[in-house]
C-alpha cells in the first residue's frame, strides 16, 4: 500500500471553502478503484492546518490518479495554500496486529521481524 500525505495551511478566508472541497475530493477518491480510504483531518489547536490523506492498493494504482483530473483538482487546492504545502508519499510495507504489542510489553519490540503483521 501506499499513502498520499497533503499538509497544508489555509488563508484565513478560505479555510470554510478549502475544507468543502477536499471534503468533496475525499468522496470522490473512495469511489476511484484502487483507492482504500481518503480522509481529512483539521488540527484541534489552529482548523486552518488541515491534513488529507489518500491510501492506495498499489503505486499503479496510485500513479494512475497522479495523471487524472482528480490530481489535478488537488493540485490547484494545493495553490490556494497560505504556506507552500507539504506533500508526501509513504510506501506500508508491514501490518502489525496485539502480537506486535504483546511483544513490545515484554521487551522484544522489532518491527522489522514481527509474525503477527500497526501500520508502520
Known amino acids: 500500500m ?3 500525505r497533503l499538509c497544508l495551511r489555509t488563508p484565513p478566508q478560505h479555510t470554510r471553502s478549502l475544507l468543502t472541497a477536499l471534503q468533496a475530493l475525499a468522496r470522490l477518491a473512495r469511489l476511484e478503484h484502487g483507492c482504500v480510504e481518503a480522509q481529512l483531518f483539521t488540527e484541534s489547536q489552529d482548523r486552518r492546518n488541515l491534513c488529507y490523506t489518500e491510501m492506495w492498493d498499489s503505486e499503479e494504482q496510485l500513479c494512475s490518479m497522479l495523471c487524472s483530473e482528480h490530481f489535478t483538482r ?5 495553490e490556494a495554500a497560505s504556506e507552500p504545502p507539504a506533500l508526501s508519499f509513504r510506501r506500508i510495507t508491514a501490518f502489525n496486529g496485539l502480537e506486535f504489542v504483546r511483544q513490545a510489553r515484554l521487551g522484544r ?6 509474525e503477527a503483521g500497526a501500520v508502520i
Open 2 to 4: 501506499i499513502e498520499l
Open 109 to 114: 519490540c522489532d518491527l522489522g521481524n514481527s
Open 74 to 78: 488537488l493540485a490547484a487546492l494545493m
